[in-house]
């Protein structure tokens, strides 16, 4: 989703942490991060509970490699 045209990311699928700014409470959050790669700067979408999204060369590919991925890995819960 996007906000403003800029796109949001999605909250994490395994601790639920986002990247919310408003939400001082939470101890896990979702941050967009740019590092050097061997190939030069690249980026990934982490969470502060250890889940990272898949490595990119643009940051817009990570931010939609986690938003769809957050959306295939959503957990579906059933009672019993």
Same mark, same amino acid.
């Given at each position: %989703?996007? /906000? *403003?045209?800029?796109?949001?990311?999605?909250?994490?699928?395994?601790?639920? !942490?986002?990247?919310?700014?408003?939400?001082?409470?939470?101890?896990?959050?979702?941050?967009?991060?740019?590092?050097? %790669?061997? /190939? *030069?700067?690249?980026?990934?979408?982490?969470?502060?509970?250890?889940?990272? !999204?898949?490595?990119?060369?643009?940051?817009?590919?990570?931010?939609?490699?986690?938003?769809?991925?957050?959306?295939?890995?959503?957990?579906?819960?059933?009672?019993?």
């Amino acid at each position: %989703s996007s /906000v *403003g045209g800029e796109m949001k990311l999605r909250a994490c699928p395994f601790c639920g !942490g986002t990247d919310d700014e408003d939400n001082a409470c939470q101890m896990a959050k979702v941050v967009l991060r740019s590092f050097k %790669s061997t /190939v *030069g700067p690249a980026w990934r979408v982490e969470c502060g509970c250890g889940v990272s !999204g898949r490595i990119e060369i643009k940051h817009d590919d990570a931010m939609h490699a986690w938003n769809t991925r957050v959306a295939a890995a959503a957990p579906v819960w059933r009672s019993r």
